[in-house]
Antibody, heavy 122, light 110 residues
Framework: QVQLVESGGGGVQPGTSLRLSCAASGFTFTSYGIHWVRQVPGKGLDWVAVMFFDGSNKYYADSVKGRFTISRDNSKNTVYLQMNSLRAEDTAVYYC???????????????WGQGTLVTVSS | QSALTQPASVSGSPGQSITISCTGTSSDVGTFNLVSWYQQHPGKAPKLMIFDVSKRPSGVSDRFSGSKSGNTASLTISGLQAEDEADYYCCSYAGRSTLVFGGGTMLTVL
């Protein structure tokens, strides 16, 4: 079965960096795009970034553009989210989610991980 | 990108039907048939319920249906059940390879 497991969250100070990981299993990793979505505790969902199945394209929400970088390591079936210059408003649970269409992009989240909490505070 | 507009809360009695609206603009919901809906129970990850406006993933009850008219998409749940009580989020492709979510709707089953 499809599994996505996030890790790397924790408490950090403003201005610092953190790298999240999303380990995938149960499907052909190189055939699907992976998104990152975040949720401030008690609030709504917020799309963060996507990397296409073949790594050819990466796109970001305006709120993180220039600070966050999405990447993937196909040898480890893992997608990363490098978060730099973190701000208090980046505090959230970060979910990785698999797109719904093989070898393309359906712009939806078919499977989700359980999330990892990032807290940015001084 | 501005968030899509959803009602903060809706409620219904078991067996009834409810509809949750999701209003966007001609730049997102109105132009693209790439609207999806997610159900989220407290402390859990969201679950895909509807995609491409009105398609249901395998395993999702046919009590859930989606539609769109102009800039507004809708999720209808018929035959409400206690387990439907959750938060619901709409999401739309917004052009320029970006996605935008609605603010979420809390469904209470009375």
């Amino acid at each position: 079965q499809v599994q996505l497991v996030e890790s790397g969250g924790g408490g950090v100070q403003p201005g610092t960096s953190l790298r999240l990981s999303c380990a995938a299993s149960g499907f052909t990793f190189t055939s699907y795009g992976i998104h990152w979505v975040r949720q401030v505790p008690g609030k709504g969902l917020d799309w963060v970034a996507v990397m296409f199945f073949d790594g050819s394209n990466k796109y970001y929400a305006d709120s993180v553009k220039g600070r966050f970088t999405i990447s993937r390591d196909n040898s480890k079936n893992t997608v990363y989210l490098q978060m730099n210059s973190l701000r208090a408003e980046d505090t959230a649970v970060y979910y990785c989610a698999r797109d719904g269409l093989a070898e393309s992009t359906a712009w939806l989240f078919e499977y989700w991980g359980q999330g990892t909490l990032v807290t940015v505070s001084s | 990108q501005s968030a899509l507009t959803q009602p903060a809360s809706v409620s219904g009695s078991p067996g009834q039907s409810i509809t949750i609206s999701c209003t966007g603009t001609s730049s997102d919901v109105g132009t693209f048939n790439l609207v999806s809906w997610y159900q989220q129970h407290p402390g859990k990850a969201p679950k895909l319920m509807i995609f491409d406006v009105s398609k249901r993933p395998s395993g999702v009850s046919d009590r859930f249906s989606g539609s769109k008219s102009g800039n507004t998409a809708s999720l209808t749940i018929s035959g409400l059940q206690a387990e439907d009580e959750a938060d619901y989020y709409c999401c739309s492709y917004a052009g320029r390879s970006t996605l935008v979510f609605g603010g979420g709707t809390m469904l209470t089953v009375l």
